[in-house]
């Protein structure tokens, strides 16, 4: 990038920056208190935790829409071109036996935080973070292969979580509103939107890092 454009990019930055901050200095006070609406309706939620209560329940659809954006990214990746597989070097001989030893840790940390996720901070993002880099980890000490860019594994699993979440999602506009969960019945269906997108996320976070074109 040449100098005059560096400039340019820099002032657009900084112009960006300053607006940003004069808009939220500019935000008038909130009318409504969130945090006391979320405290007296979490009974309803079907969790106890008002962090999941809000990203599975209030406020499901931004939810749901962080993860069309993940699927979409890499959707964009793959348009963009898929890296070739790098070439095969020396290894470090205690990779492969570290990673044998963390990875069956990582995927414990990963349960106790899904499940964790009704009452304590955790949940499924916080889990898929966990498994993603534990499948990272097993490529970098070459136990995981590189995924082919038209196997159909991950993109079934990628596709899985965010369908469940879209059927559920479905469902409940047909019965009265968008994720709007009956009480009786949302710690289930919270349960399992947080379990399919685990490892949809999983799948598509391991993704960014180990597709691979074909080709060398």
Do not use: C
Not at 21 to 29: T, W
Not at 31 to 59: C, D, Q, Y
């Amino acid at each position: 990038m040449n100098p005059p454009i560096r400039s340019l990019t820099v002032v657009a930055l900084l112009g960006l920056a300053a607006a940003l901050l004069v808009a939220v200095l500019g935000l008038p006070p909130a009318p409504v208190k969130l945090a006391g609406e979320v405290a007296a309706n979490l009974g309803a939620s079907g969790v106890s935790h008002p962090v999941t209560a809000v990203l599975l329940n209030f406020r499901g659809y931004d939810t749901f829409l962080e993860v069309a954006v993940l699927i979409i990214a890499l959707l964009g990746m793959l348009a963009a071109g898929l890296p070739p597989p790098p070439p095969t070097g020396s290894r470090n001989a205690m990779l492969p036996t570290l990673a044998r030893l963390a990875v069956p840790l990582m995927v414990l940390a990963a349960v106790y935080l899904l499940w964790a996720g009704a009452f304590r901070p955790g949940g499924a993002f916080q889990a898929a973070a966990v498994l993603a880099a534990a499948a990272v980890l097993l490529h970098l000490a070459e136990i995981l292969a590189p995924w082919p860019r038209d196997r159909r594994g991950p993109r079934l699993a990628i596709a899985g979580g965010f369908l469940l979440f879209l059927a559920i999602a479905a469902a409940l506009l047909a019965n009265g509103g968008l994720l709007r969960y009956p009480p009786e019945h949302a710690g289930l269906l919270i349960v399992l939107i947080e379990s399919g997108l685990t490892v949809s996320l999983a799948v598509n976070l391991a993704a960014f890092f180990l597709l691979r074109t074909d080709k060398a």
